[in-house]
């Protein structure tokens, strides 16, 4: 299972280092059209910095819909959710 810890990639670093480790970690497996499984367990925020290291980057690379299809979400919360659609429906 290609699972990824968020809070891991966030110990002692900062959001945009974080950003940038699921990016490294998330394109070999977008690239073999598997699915990421993005844990989101004791993350208190998603924010844009952390995204535009990671999603805005894999989508730069994959485009927005092979992004969004390979990207399944755990233990997320509502406003997280919320604020990932909302980068996601704004990125150009």
Do not use: C, W
Not at 20 to 28: D, I
């Amino acid at each position: 299972m290609n699972k990824i810890l968020v809070k891991d990639l966030l110990k002692g670093g900062s959001y945009p280092d974080g950003g940038a480790e699921l990016y490294n970690l998330a394109y070999p497996i977008i690239s073999n059209n598997q699915i990421v499984n993005i844990d989101l367990t004791d993350v208190d925020s998603v924010p844009t910095l952390f995204m535009n290291m990671s999603f805005g980057k894999l989508i730069s690379d994959f485009g927005k819909i092979k992004v969004m299809k390979s990207l399944k979400f755990f233990n997320i919360t509502k406003s997280q959710l919320e604020r990932i659609k909302k980068y996601f429906s704004n990125f150009k």
